[in-house]
């Protein structure tokens, strides 16, 4: 009966994360997850203070089932996004009127040390395109995956859901479909629409069925490609172009961002562009930026080479 509660518990919430705040399906079940992890504690931990019900939980109570997951060697950024699931779930209970006040409220978020992505050089990104083989098979196909993903600073989701009818390359846009289903037009340059439309030559050759004929990148077999295989692709591609760092699709988001800031661009712009919510998020292109500038004055700083 208490597990029948619980799930009914957080099936609700997941509808309250998808409705109200469009979350992406990733981040509801990553937000679910956590919670589930509560539900685990509560109903089989001898800390949890005599509460099965989530709904009766202290902040005592979820102090120490954050502790114990903390005792497991969980990371700081980890626990950032634990608190964060806490936060949003009893802030849910209190909206729905299921508490007076949400438990979760003085929870205090871990200093984490500012995450630097690693981003390619424009130099990297242009060696990673001009190696790819364009008389093999499918090289149409990735060399216009690369050029999207960095002409357009689309995660990998993006790039696998677009469709030729999101392309308007006569006004130079496309429409990008992003985190909880929200649509934003996005400029891309015309390396990317060029590699487009060779690729697109070569799609005619593919056998595809009609669920698939809108579907822009498409695999072997004529159906939609998924991500871990553009994950596989832009591997294979930065190997075989000697790249060693340790990049994905996502690393080349994080170079089109790091590039516009390094060349002015305005970081409203940019974040529009990402389809960032906050513009908190996209300022960390800033200090990536600050970041280079601060290695290249200790470089050359006189004094700062003698250290």
Request: aromatic residues 8%; glycine residues 6%.
């Amino acid at each position: 009966m208490k597990r029948s509660f619980n799930n009914n518990l957080i099936a609700d919430f997941a509808s309250y994360l998808r409705l109200e705040r469009s979350l992406s399906l990733n981040s509801i079940n990553a937000y679910c997850s956590d919670i589930s992890k509560l539900v685990i504690f509560l109903e089989t931990s001898p800390d949890n203070g005599g509460i099965v019900n989530p709904e009766k939980a202290t902040p005592l109570v979820l102090s120490t089932f954050i502790a114990t997951l903390h005792s497991k060697n969980l990371s700081k950024r980890s626990q950032a996004r634990l608190i964060s699931s806490l936060k949003a779930f009893y802030r849910f209970l209190e909206i729905e009127g299921r508490v007076k006040e949400s438990a979760a409220e003085m929870l205090d978020f871990p200093k984490v040390k500012p995450y630097l992505p690693i981003v390619l050089s424009v130099g990297e990104v242009e060696i990673i395109i001009d190696g790819i083989d364009l008389s093999k098979d499918q090289g149409h196909r990735n060399r216009a995956i690369v050029e999207m993903l960095y002409s357009c600073g689309l995660r990998v989701s993006e790039l696998v859901n677009l469709r030729i009818s999101d392309l308007f390359f006569d006004e130079g846009f496309i429409r990008v479909t992003g985190k909880g289903s929200k649509q934003r037009l996005v400029p891309v340059g015309a390396p990317a629409v060029s590699a487009v439309k060779l690729y697109l030559e070569q799609r005619r050759t593919i056998k595809f069925s009609s669920k698939n004929e809108d579907t822009l990148f498409l695999n072997r077999r004529g159906g939609k490609l998924s991500r871990e295989m553009v994950f596989l692709i832009i591997k294979g591609e930065a190997k075989k172009a000697g790249i060693v760092k340790e990049i994905s699709p996502h690393t080349f988001r994080h170079s089109f961002a790091t590039h516009m800031v390094e060349n002015g661009a305005d970081l409203r712009v940019v974040q529009q562009m990402l389809g960032h919510e906050s513009i908190l998020t996209t300022e960390i292109y800033t200090h990536v930026n600050s970041e280079k500038w601060r290695e290249g004055i200790l470089r050359c700083h006189p004094r700062a080479k003698s250290l």
